[in-house]
């Protein structure tokens, strides 16, 4: 079977990503907390290990709303039809990205809040 060259699929994998922040709502949300986040990060001056941590955090989360995206795809292509395996399909791949952005709230909120507290007992 005919194999399209690298730069070809990294066009497809990209447009994906695309399609994605322009179809799905809680992608561009995952999008401004992350941009939010960066600049906290920045202000607060965050150690290596810490920047490390939170762009591991950004990669899983969105990873998963892509993931979850093709999911969803995948079933309306499927069936249009209430099935019940459907509804386990959607709702676990969104239950995916819940735990990983409940991680991601917790983790940032054991980086941040010490840092911001400090702050204000200066
Ligand atoms: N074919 C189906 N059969 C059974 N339940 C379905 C079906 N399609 C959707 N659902 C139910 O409706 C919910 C919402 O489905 P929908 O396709 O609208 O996702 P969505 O709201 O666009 O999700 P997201 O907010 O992640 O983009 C699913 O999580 C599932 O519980």
């Not at 999911?71 to 969104?94: F, G, M, R, S, W």
């Amino acid at each position: 079977m005919h194999k399209d060259p690298f730069y070809k699929s990294l066009g497809y994998a990209i447009s994906g990503i695309i399609q994605c922040i322009q179809k799905e709502r809680n992608i561009k949300i995952h999008l401004v907390f992350m941009f939010l986040v960066i600049i906290c990060g920045f202000l607060f001056r965050l150690s290596i290990t810490e920047w490390l941590v939170c762009i591991l955090l950004f990669g899983l989360v969105i990873s998963l709303e892509l993931v979850n995206t093709a999911i969803e795809a995948v079933v309306d292509l499927c069936t249009q039809e209430y099935h019940p395996l459907a509804k386990i399909a959607k709702d676990t791949a969104a239950g995916a990205v819940l735990i990983s952005a409940i991680a991601s709230v917790v983790i940032g909120l054991i980086i941040f809040v010490p840092k911001i507290l400090s702050l204000v007992s200066l």
